[in-house]
Every structure is written in C-alpha cells, then in structure tokens.
C-alpha cells in the first residue's frame, strides 16, 4: 500500500504520489466550505471530531463519548442560535466516514513513509508523533 505511482497528472501535487490522499482532503474541504461554518459551528464540529470514542487505545471511551455528546448538543445550539438550516448538523455529521477514511489513507501513507525511510520518520514533529503514536511505532531501526 505504497504511496502509489507517480502519475502524469497536471497537478503540482502529483509527484508526491499521494494523490488520492490529496484529492480527499480537497474534496471534504470544498464540500465542508459549502455549509458555510461561523467559526462557533466549526470549533465545536472540530472538538466532536477529535473526541472520537471509537478509538481502540482509549481506557475511558464512555466518558469520551459523554463529551462527545455535549459537544453535538452545544453544536446544534449554535446551529440554531444562528437560524441556520435544520440539516446542517445532519449534513456535517454525514462527513464523519469521508473524514475517517482520510484517516485511514494519511495512516497507510504514514505507514509505508516510515517503512521507506525509517531515520526520518524518527525527527517527525514530536507533536505528530504522539498524536499518530498510537498507529504508528516509530521503532530505532537500529535497535533490530
């Protein structure tokens, strides 16, 4: 699952070899620009996304998911404080599987990134490394 072949594609972006990566993340932001999102409804849209409670390594995931539930209940408040369309919740909700597929393809390139080049994936940022810490071992190639 390698970051795929390099293409002929007119996209600057190509040679990377990630262009599904790419075109997904392009996709779910021009589709979530589309709902207009104040700042208020994309704050909290961001928040529920990230206290997912699905998460295989969580200890405590009932308690995620109550904050989760807070946050979707705070979120239609703010929906609705502002008039917006009833579906808009319904609609960025509707996105969750585009967005955990993102997740799944940035993983799967993450992944073959650090099996090709192992010494820098070890001096990856050490925020990216603790958030993707769970999927990923960044083992010491030289420890084997």
């Given amino acids: 699952w390698g970051c ?4 002929s594609s007119s996209s600057p972006l190509s040679p990377s070899g990630c262009d599904d990566l790419i075109g997904a993340v392009f996709e779910l932001g021009r589709t979530l620009c589309r709902l207009q999102l104040s700042d208020e409804e ?5 928040a529920a996304v990230l206290l997912s409670p699905d998460r295989p390594w969580l ?5 995620v998911q109550k904050l989760q539930d807070k946050i979707y209940v705070a979120l239609q408040h703010e929906i609705q ?3 917006s369309a009833e579906d808009k919740l319904s609609k960025m909700v509707s996105k969750l ?3 955990k597929t993102i997740c799944n393809l940035h993983l799967d390139k993450l992944e073959f990134f650090r099996l090709l080049h192992p010494e820098t994936a070890m001096n990856f940022p050490p925020l990216y490394k603790e958030v993707f810490n769970s999927e990923l071992q960044y083992s010491d190639p030289r420890e084997s």
């Fill in 81 to 83: 404080k502002k008039h």
């Fill in 59 to 63: 200890t405590e995931s009932k308690k």
């Fill in 97 to 99: 599987p585009l967005m």
């Fill in 42 to 46: 994309l704050a909290l849209f961001t």
């Fill in 4 to 7: 795929g072949a390099v293409t």
